[in-house]
């Protein structure tokens, strides 16, 4: 067992100075940077993922594991604060994040980066939804199981709609809001953009009966952009937007509701991408259809 220790920290140490050695390296080769601060990620969220796993176990035994997730988050938070100097600012005047409860979070997807956001921004009592072949992640997935995940099988032919229905219920029951990102994977573009929007946020948030809550992240390929190998300290506004009531509306409502929304935030990314930038940015062009993905097939499991 000492031996193992023993190699463990060998291990950290040596990528810890390897880190430290791109960073001093950016002063000279910016490129080093890219790798100094994906490695410094990594390690952040192998970090943070272990203790996860450990606070989850604690919080299930002492009965309380519905802020497994949200516990998590805000070490990410930190950490990664520390080893990249990349935080979030949030605009949230009214304290929709913490005052909407339950509800269904839904934001723009961009990188891998997003988990940072989510670690700043991740209200109390709310979980993340997440492909099932995630569970398999070692620690990663680990932690998500024991916190509450809800995974979505999306090789599953099943309509959004039912697929949908055993997570609501679980919204309903413990009053546990969840967050999606309605894209359905990363765009990493340079623009602000938002690629078409799936519907099983907006089935779910109906199926619930609990409003959407939209938070809009600007574009932030200035600091992170892993097609040009730049990735760079900084500070990235996120904006929360006013809840939309569902309660008036039925599933004929669903393809209005998403389009609508997804206009909305749209808007919201250029503005705010402006602002961050101190400069006008290009305006994305208008999709040939409407924006709104039409057909759908996921299987929904929340784990308990």
Same mark, same amino acid.
């Given at each position: 067992?000492?031996?193992?220790?023993?190699?463990?920290?060998?291990? +950290?140490? =040596?990528?810890? %100075?390897?880190? /430290?050695?791109?960073?001093?390296? $950016?002063?000279?080769?910016? !490129?080093?940077? *890219?790798?100094?601060?994906?490695?410094?990620?990594?390690?952040?969220?192998?970090?943070?993922?272990?203790?996860?796993? +450990?606070? =989850?176990?604690? %919080?299930?035994? /002492?009965?309380?594991?519905?802020? $497994?997730?949200?516990?998590? !988050?805000?070490? *990410?938070?930190?950490?990664?604060?520390?080893?990249?100097?990349?935080?979030?600012?949030?605009?949230?005047?009214?304290?929709?994040?913490?005052?909407?409860?339950?509800? /269904?979070?839904?934001?723009?997807?961009?990188?891998?980066?997003?988990?940072?956001?989510?670690?700043?921004?991740?209200?109390?009592?709310?979980?993340?939804?997440?492909?099932?072949?995630?569970?398999?992640?070692?620690?990663?997935?680990?932690?998500?199981?024991?916190?509450?995940?809800?995974?979505?099988?999306?090789?599953?032919?099943?309509?959004?709609?039912?697929?949908?229905?055993?997570?609501?219920?679980?919204?309903?029951?413990?009053?546990?809001?969840?967050?999606?990102?309605?894209?359905?994977?990363?765009?990493?573009?340079?623009?602000?953009?938002?690629?078409?929007?799936?519907?099983?946020?907006?089935?779910?948030?109906?199926?619930?009966?609990?409003?959407?809550?939209?938070?809009?992240?600007?574009?932030?390929?200035?600091?992170?952009?892993?097609?040009?190998?730049?990735?760079?300290?900084?500070?990235?506004?996120?904006?929360?937007?006013?809840?939309?009531?569902?309660?008036?509306?039925?599933?004929?409502?669903?393809?209005?509701?998403?389009?609508?929304?997804?206009?909305?935030?749209?808007?919201?990314?250029?503005?705010?991408?402006?602002?961050?930038?101190?400069?006008?940015?290009?305006?994305?062009?208008?999709?040939?259809?409407?924006?709104?993905?039409?057909?759908?097939?996921?299987?929904?499991?929340?784990?308990?």
């Amino acid at each position: 067992m000492l031996s193992i220790i023993y190699y463990l920290e060998i291990l +950290l140490g =040596s990528y810890a %100075l390897l880190v /430290v050695a791109l960073y001093i390296l $950016s002063l000279k080769i910016p !490129a080093a940077g *890219f790798f100094a601060r994906l490695l410094a990620a990594y390690i952040s969220l192998l970090i943070c993922a272990t203790y996860g796993v +450990l606070v =989850s176990i604690f %919080l299930r035994i /002492v009965g309380n594991p519905r802020i $497994s997730q949200w516990a998590t !988050a805000r070490s *990410f938070k930190y950490v990664m604060y520390a080893t990249t100097g990349i935080t979030f600012s949030i605009e949230d005047p009214n304290d929709y994040l913490n005052t909407t409860r339950p509800a /269904v979070f839904i934001g723009n997807h961009q990188t891998e980066l997003d988990v940072l956001m989510l670690g700043c921004i991740f209200p109390k009592y709310c979980s993340v939804t997440a492909k099932s072949s995630l569970k398999r992640i070692p620690f990663l997935g680990w932690f998500m199981s024991l916190s509450g995940s809800v995974f979505i099988d999306r090789a599953n032919s099943t309509s959004a709609r039912n697929a949908m229905l055993g997570a609501s219920e679980e919204i309903r029951r413990e009053k546990q809001s969840v967050y999606m990102f309605p894209e359905g994977t990363r765009s990493y573009a340079k623009e602000p953009m938002l690629l078409p929007f799936k519907k099983g946020a907006f089935h779910l948030a109906l199926q619930a009966g609990v409003p959407i809550v939209p938070v809009v992240c600007a574009n932030y390929s200035d600091i992170l952009y892993v097609q040009g190998r730049t990735f760079r300290s900084g500070t990235i506004p996120v904006k929360v937007l006013k809840p939309i009531d569902t309660s008036k509306l039925t599933t004929a409502d669903v393809e209005d509701l998403t389009r609508d929304t997804r206009e909305l935030m749209l808007k919201e990314i250029v503005s705010l991408t402006e602002k961050m930038r101190k400069r006008t940015v290009p305006v994305p062009a208008q999709n040939s259809g409407d924006g709104v993905v039409k057909a759908s097939g996921a299987k929904v499991t929340v784990t308990k």
